[in-house]
T-cell receptor
Framework: DTGVSQNPRHKITKRGQNVTFRCDPI?????LYWYRQTLGQGPEFLTY????????KSRLLSDRFSAERPKGSFSTLEIQRTEQGDSAMYLC??????????????FGSGTRLTVV | SQQGEEDPQALSIQEGENATMNCSYK?????LQWYRQNSGRGLVHLIL?????REKHSGRLRVTLDTSKKSSSLLITASRAADTASYFC????????????FGTGTRLQVFP
């Protein structure tokens, strides 16, 4: 296992187009998280899954955003009708959240989205 | 909303010097974590300290936690140019979750 993998690394899209990002977590991890980070800021929580169940969505996640984690494996984050304000780094992380065996998140390298 | 706030926002030092970063948070926590982020990359987990611990070491890193003051510090000893990065503290949003809330980070520059 080589860690958390995110694709693509970079995405440039025109305003109004739809984009989809993929995250492959560490296979033993049951939790998967999406964060968004803009320049000079810390990561902001978007949503997370335990196995295939989406447990929480941030208010930052408008109706244009949707995330899935079919079969509790990889996850996709889709943004419909992109806006310039969606330009950011989208980070995926996974963790194994078990009592007495929790060691924090493992992050992927992120997908940088630029909306022009 | 930001749970943790790091201080200072930016720090510049020479190689070999020690770097200290501080983090304050607002709610009761069961752990606090520090992460490093190199420019344009994802975050790397450095260390996790639990609420019943006061100090933890990992190589050249030393983390302290004062739950009465709701604060933590990260000390990097004998810094190297490769330590240049942004450092974030993160705490669970509430006691029974591992959903992390990150601060705005300290940008550390280590000059050779």
């Amino acid at each position: 296992d080589t860690g958390v993998s995110q694709n693509p690394r970079h995405k440039i899209t025109k305003r109004g187009q739809n984009v989809t990002f993929r995250c492959d977590p560490i296979s033993e991890h049951n939790r998967l998280y999406w964060y968004r980070q803009t320049l000079g800021q810390g990561p902001e929580f978007l949503t997370y899954f335990q196995n295939e169940a989406q447990l929480e969505k941030s208010r930052l996640l408008s109706d244009r955003f949707s995330a899935e984690r079919p079969k509790g494996s990889f996850s996709t984050l889709e943004i419909q009708r992109t806006e310039q304000g969606d330009s950011a780094m989208y980070l995926c992380a996974s963790s194994s959240y078990e009592q007495g065996a929790y060691y924090g998140y493992t992050f992927g390298s992120g997908t940088r989205l630029t909306v022009v | 909303s930001q749970q943790g706030e790091e201080d200072p926002q930016a720090l510049s030092i020479q190689e070999g010097e020690n770097a200290t970063m501080n983090c304050s948070y607002k709610t009761s926590i069961n752990n606090l974590q520090w992460y490093r982020q190199n420019s344009g990359r994802g975050l790397v987990h450095l260390i996790l300290i639990r609420s019943n611990e006061r100090e933890k070491h990992s190589g050249r890193l030393r983390v302290t936690l004062d739950t009465s003051k709701k604060s933590s510090s990260l000390l990097i000893t004998a810094s190297r140019a490769a330590d240049t990065a942004s450092y974030f503290c993160a705490t669970p949003k509430s006691y029974n979750t591992d959903k992390l809330i990150f601060g705005t980070g300290t940008r550390l520059q280590v000059f050779p």
